[in-house]
C-alpha cells in the first residue's frame, strides 16, 4: 500500500527501508525506460519542425529518431546519461517516498482528513516530489546534458563534466531550469499519486492486507496515472530541458537551430513564436511512452520492494517467537 495505512498491522517499515524500497524502483525502473528518456529529450530541443513532409529537423518520428540514434551514434547512445541518471533515480526515488510516507502519516495522526483519500496523496505527493528535487536537480542538469551531446563528447565523463561546468559556467549553472521544474513538478507528482490511488480504489475497493501492490494492478494505474499527469504538465518539462543546456550550444550545433534564453518566460514567449503551440509539445510521443513505463514500473516495483521487506521482517519475527518458544 503506498502511503500511510493505519489499518496495516503488518510489520512496520522504518523510514530507512521505505527509502530503500524507494531507490531500488528507481533504479530497476531507470535502467528500462531509459532509451525513451533520450529520444525524447533529443525531440524536445530540436527547433525545427517535427513534420515528416518537410523534415526540417533532424527528428520527426519515434522509430525513425531512434533508427538515426542508433546508426549514427550506436546502441550505448540510448544509455547516454545514464550514470548520473541511475543516481538521479535513486536518490530521487529514496527522498520523494520517504517523505511521501511520512507526510501522509503526519496527515493522519495530526489532521482530521485519512491518509488514504487521493486529495491527500496528490498534497502530500506533489510535495514530496518538490523536495525532492531541489535535492536532486544538478543530477538531473547533467543527466540532460549527456543525453542532449552528439559525436565528438563534449563531457567525457562525469567528473569531467561536473569540473567543466563549475569552471566555464559556475556552481548555479546546476540549478538551471529548476523554476519550471518545481512549477511542473508539484502538479505533475501530485497528479500520479492522486489519479494512482482513484485507479486502484477502481480497480481493488478491498485490497487485502499485505497483499496489495506489486502486481499488474499496480502496473496498470500507474501507467494510467503516468500518462495522465505527464500530458497535464507537459510544456513545462520541455521549458526545463531548454534552459538546462543554456550555454551548453556548443554540443547542440549539429543537430541544428540552437537558442538561448534569459527565462521561463522569455522560453515561452520564443517558442509560441518561432514554434507555434505545437512548438510546447514536441517529443510529447516518446514522453507519454516513458511516463508509462516509469509511472507504471516505479510503483510496481516499489509495491514489489516493500512487500518483500514485509515478509522478510514478518519471517524474521516468526522465526524469532520459535525459538523463544524452544
Given at each position: 500500500?503506498?502511503?500511510?495505512?493505519?489499518?496495516?498491522?503488518?510489520?512496520?517499515?522504518?523510514?530507512?527501508?521505505?527509502?530503500?524500497?524507494?531507490?531500488?524502483?528507481?533504479?530497476?525502473?531507470?535502467?528500462?525506460?531509459?532509451?525513451?528518456?533520450?529520444?525524447?529529450?533529443?525531440?524536445?530541443?530540436?527547433?525545427?519542425?517535427?513534420?515528416?513532409?518537410?523534415?526540417?529537423?533532424?527528428?520527426?518520428?519515434?522509430?525513425?529518431?531512434?533508427?538515426?540514434?542508433?546508426?549514427?551514434?550506436?546502441?550505448?547512445?540510448?544509455?547516454?546519461?545514464?550514470?548520473?541518471?541511475?543516481?538521479?533515480?535513486?536518490?530521487?526515488?529514496?527522498?520523494?517516498?520517504?517523505?511521501?510516507?511520512?507526510?501522509?502519516?503526519?496527515?493522519?495522526?495530526?489532521?482530521?482528513?485519512?491518509?488514504?483519500?487521493?486529495?491527500?496523496?496528490?498534497?502530500?505527493?506533489?510535495?514530496?516530489?518538490?523536495?525532492?528535487t531541489v535535492v536532486c536537480q544538478p543530477l538531473d542538469t547533467l543527466r540532460t546534458r549527456f543525453?542532449?551531446?552528439?559525436?565528438?563528447?563534449?563531457?567525457?565523463?562525469?567528473?569531467?563534466?561536473?569540473?567543466?561546468?563549475?569552471?566555464?559556467?559556475?556552481?548555479?549553472?546546476?540549478?538551471?531550469?529548476?523554476?519550471?521544474?518545481?512549477?511542473?513538478?508539484?502538479?505533475?507528482?501530485?497528479?500520479?499519486?492522486?489519479?494512482?490511488?482513484?485507479?486502484?480504489?477502481?480497480?481493488?475497493?478491498?485490497?487485502?492486507?499485505?497483499?496489495?501492490?506489486?502486481?499488474?494492478?499496480?502496473?496498470?494505474?500507474?501507467?494510467?496515472?503516468?500518462?495522465?499527469?505527464?500530458?497535464?504538465?507537459?510544456?513545462?518539462?520541455?521549458?526545463?530541458?531548454?534552459?538546462?543546456?543554456?550555454?551548453?550550444?556548443?554540443?547542440?550545433?549539429?543537430?541544428?537551430?540552437?537558442?538561448?534564453?534569459?527565462?521561463?518566460?522569455?522560453?515561452?514567449?520564443?517558442i509560441a513564436k518561432e514554434e507555434g503551440v505545437r512548438g510546447f509539445f514536441k517529443g510529447l510521443?516518446?514522453?507519454?511512452?516513458?511516463?508509462?513505463?516509469?509511472?507504471?514500473?516505479?510503483?510496481?516495483?516499489?509495491?514489489?520492494?516493500?512487500?518483500?521487506?514485509?515478509?522478510?521482517?514478518?519471517?524474521?519475527?516468526?522465526?524469532?517467537?520459535t525459538k523463544d518458544a524452544e
Open positions: 500500500m503506498v502511503g500511510y495505512d493505519p489499518g496495516n498491522r503488518e510489520a512496520a517499515l522504518s523510514s530507512h527501508e521505505v527509502a530503500v524500497a524507494g531507490s531500488a524502483a528507481g533504479m530497476v525502473t531507470r535502467a528500462l525506460v531509459s532509451p525513451f528518456d533520450v529520444i525524447k529529450i533529443r525531440f524536445q530541443l530540436q527547433i525545427e519542425g517535427l513534420s515528416s513532409e518537410r523534415r526540417e529537423g533532424r527528428y520527426w518520428g519515434l522509430f525513425q529518431a531512434s533508427r538515426r540514434i542508433h546508426t549514427e551514434e550506436g546502441l550505448s547512445a540510448f544509455w547516454k546519461g545514464h550514470l548520473p541518471a541511475q543516481l538521479l533515480s535513486v536518490c530521487f526515488g529514496a527522498v520523494q517516498f520517504a517523505s511521501f510516507e511520512c507526510m501522509t502519516e503526519v496527515v493522519h495522526k495530526m489532521t482530521p482528513y485519512d491518509s488514504q483519500t487521493a486529495g491527500v496523496h496528490f498534497v502530500c505527493g506533489g510535495l514530496s516530489a518538490c523536495s525532492a543525453a542532449a551531446q552528439g559525436e565528438p563528447k563534449v563531457y567525457r565523463n562525469l567528473r569531467h563534466a561536473v569540473s567543466t561546468m563549475c569552471r566555464s559556467e559556475g556552481v548555479l549553472t546546476f540549478y538551471r531550469g529548476l523554476s519550471p521544474t518545481l512549477v511542473a513538478v508539484f502538479p505533475y507528482a501530485g497528479l500520479q499519486f492522486f489519479f494512482y490511488k482513484v485507479f486502484k480504489t477502481f480497480l481493488d475497493p478491498q485490497p487485502k492486507t499485505g497483499n496489495s501492490g506489486g502486481n499488474l494492478r499496480s502496473l496498470i494505474c500507474g501507467s494510467g496515472a503516468g500518462m495522465i499527469s505527464k500530458t497535464m504538465t507537459y510544456p513545462f518539462d520541455l521549458f526545463k530541458k531548454r534552459l538546462q543546456v543554456g550555454g551548453f550550444e556548443e554540443a547542440r550545433v549539429r543537430f541544428g537551430q540552437v537558442r538561448s534564453y534569459r527565462s521561463m518566460a522569455d522560453c515561452m514567449v520564443q510521443s516518446p514522453s507519454l511512452v516513458k511516463a508509462a513505463l516509469s509511472t507504471g514500473l516505479t510503483f510496481f516495483w516499489y509495491e514489489f520492494f516493500l512487500n518483500t521487506m514485509r515478509d522478510l521482517k514478518q519471517r524474521q519475527r516468526a522465526n524469532g517467537f
